[in-house]
């Protein structure tokens, strides 16, 4: 047996208990798991049922990194004894794959090594936000850039230099990946919504362009970087839950995108007051399975980290739990309820808890 935090109730506080530690098939690897980082789907889950409501009791946590124990008849990407990242299932019926317990199941298709001169902690900062923005930036249901592996191009290199994109809360962690990975595939202008006490920080990330998120006029401000009222044609709202300002700003005669982190139907609704039929507003899912079974997302995997090894993926701040201690849990996801200035939280399931 091991332990684990549980959802036994949604809208409860999450509590300690055991389960057993789960036995790996034969695509999968067990690892100990080292390192847990708390999103704030993590909160909703807990408070709203998001992924977990139907099947509970159940375990948060899906950026998971740790010691690979066991590895499945099949797999020949690992060893045992590596230290591996990557990202769980959030969405199985049992939470073998999810990091708020000491032994966890992932799959070699969902993650890699530890980059080398990095820490487990450091490389568990980045699964489900990554795999968030590089789908809206790069996959065919959303903004569909080829993505930026030359074995993955078919043909000449696009050229993007001509391109603007506008990323609505880039100073959040999965807004800073995405102009990041826009870098990476030289798209021309990256405008960045955000305060401007980030703008040496985004700027260095890559962003062209820094516009104050308190500005009353960030829609004209973003049609003057692009070109006019018609030259917006991508946006990436990684914050609203409401669309005013990602549907005032995108073309209403060319084809255009809007995707967005949180449910975008209110998006499609104001997009069809304002006469916008051309442009396409969806909701962005992270999951690995956008690229299950292409080549694409063995190709992301390796790449992540040695993106991280050569500077052009940074890691952002955090703070550390250790142990399995259900105070601190908790008051990690309500800080993602309250709406508080948030230092993500990585939790070590392994370690003894203060007390």
């Not at 045992?80 to 990557?86: A, E, L």
């Not at 990091?99 to 990095?118: D, M, T, W």
């Not at 699964?127 to 930036?137: E, G, K």
Request: charged share 20%; aromatic share 8%.
């Amino acid at each position: 047996m091991q332990k684990a935090i549980f959802v036994t109730e949604v809208g409860k506080p999450v509590s300690l208990g055991t389960r057993p530690i789960p036995t790996p098939g034969p695509e999968d690897v067990l690892i100990k798991v080292t390192s847990t980082m708390l999103l704030p789907h993590d909160t909703y889950g807990r408070d709203m049922g998001l992924f977990v409501g139907k099947k509970l009791p159940f375990i948060l946590g899906g950026n998971i990194a740790g010691i690979v124990m066991k590895v499945g008849d099949n797999v020949n990407k690992y060893t045992v004894g590596q230290h591996i990242y990557g990202q769980g299932r959030m969405l199985d019926p049992t939470p073998d794959s999810t990091g708020l317990q000491e032994y966890a199941i992932l799959r070699p298709n969902f993650s890699a090594l530890v980059s080398l001169g990095f820490t487990d902690d450091q490389l568990v900062t980045l699964p489900i936000n990554a795999t968030t923005s590089f789908s809206a930036l790069f996959h065919q249901n959303w903004f569909g850039f080829a993505p930026p592996f030359p074995s993955a191009e078919h043909g000449s290199r696009p050229n993007y230099t001509e391109e603007a994109i506008v990323i609505i809360g880039a100073g959040s962690n999965v807004g800073k990946l995405a102009i990041q990975f826009a870098r990476i595939r030289a798209i021309g202008t990256i405008i960045a919504v955000a305060s401007v006490s980030g703008t040496q920080d985004l700027k260095a990330m890559g962003a062209t362009h820094v516009v104050d998120r308190h500005s009353p006029n960030i829609v004209e401000e973003v049609q003057v970087i692009t070109g006019g009222p018609e030259s917006v044609t991508h946006v990436y709202d990684c914050v609203n839950w409401t669309y005013e300002l990602a549907t005032a700003m995108v073309s209403k005669t060319r084809p255009s995108f809007i995707a967005a982190l949180h449910p975008a139907e209110q998006a499609v609704q104001e997009l069809r007051r304002l006469g916008k039929e051309k442009c396409v507003a969806k909701t962005v899912s992270g999951s690995n399975n956008n690229f299950e079974g292409s080549p694409v997302g063995d190709l992301f995997w390796d790449a992540l980290g040695a993106w991280v090894q050569e500077g052009k993926i940074q890691i952002p701040k955090y703070m550390t739990i250790e142990g399995l201690d259900e105070r601190k849990i908790n008051e990690a996801l309500d800080s993602y309820r309250d709406g508080r200035p948030v230092l993500q939280a990585i939790v070590h399931p392994g370690a003894t808890a203060d007390t």
